[in-house]
């Protein structure tokens, strides 16, 4: 491995749990980063002023910014299994967490600090693939969800054969994993998800996944998954 | 303080204050009697990943 791939591991990794000063500076970037993205993804979904939302993997707290703005009547948290990201996402928010409008926390998705049934909303961008265990935290996501509530789970890169020497590049470097977008909708299923709908955006290779939280788990078997 | 739960058993946390700025706690902690463990709170922020994952 040639120094620049060696660093650029090193940035890859980086993103999944950034610590010391070159991880602080990542959960910064990130927040410029991973904007377009987030932006893209959230249109796809509908978000209403008093909202409970809950972004895992807030990294340096810009996602939790742009909901706190839309939940307006609503809160929004953020949760990061980093130090140093919960850090910069709080120094993000600081008017909104002042205003009591935003929660920071140190947490992970493995077992989320929640009690059931409370969020309308949950989003992880660029967060997925970091997950330890992804159907059962999935299913522990779906727990903290409202009856009807929405998981969207955003991202700049899905299977796909056009990007595949890219992605598993990047995979590689950062120990992750990542899904086609029938894959997408098997993992949401698994986790007990209904109403999948997977929006892409094929010349970037970005995927919006978004599933619902039932009031009835047992329609699931007989809802056929459509529109991908 | 019934949204926040105990990572582990999901139960209701008690909040101890130990220094406080106006309405915000700066240091402290939330403490589930169900589990007896003690959750801090360091520079306001709550810190609630399970015990296996604390630092």
Known sequence: MGPIEKLMGKMVKQCRKPTGGF????????????????????SQ???????????????GGKTVNTLAKTATEGKTYGIDYSEISVAVASKTNKRFLDAGRVE???????????????????????AYYFFPDLINNLKEIRRVLKSGGTIALINEAYRHDKF??????????????????????????????SSIKIHTLEDKNWITAIGR???????????TSRQY | MQILACPVCKGELQLNVDK??????????LYCPKCQYSYPIVDTIPNLLPPSEQS
């Not at chain 1, 926390?105 to 992880?124: I, N």
């Open chain 1, 45 to 59: 979904v509908s978000i209403n002023e008093e909202d409970m939302i809950l972004d895992i993997g807030c990294g």
């Open chain 2, 20 to 29: 406080e700025e106006g309405e915000e706690i700066i240091t402290g902690s």
């Open chain 1, 104 to 126: 920071i926390l140190l947490g992970s998705v493995e077992s989320l600090p929640f009690s059931d049934g409370f969020f309308d909303l949950v989003t992880a961008v660029e």
């Open chain 1, 164 to 193: 595949e020497k890219r992605n598993a590049k990047w995979a590689r470097m950062g120990e992750f994993d990542y899904h086609s977008p029938e894959e997408f909708r098997k993992v949401l299923k698994d986790a007990g998800f």
């Open chain 1, 213 to 223: 939280k039932d009031e009835d788990s047992n329609n699931l078997h007989f809802n």
């Open chain 1, 23 to 42: 991880g602080r500076l990542i959960a910064r970037s990130m927040n410029y980063g991973h904007s377009k993205v987030t932006r893209w993804g959230l």
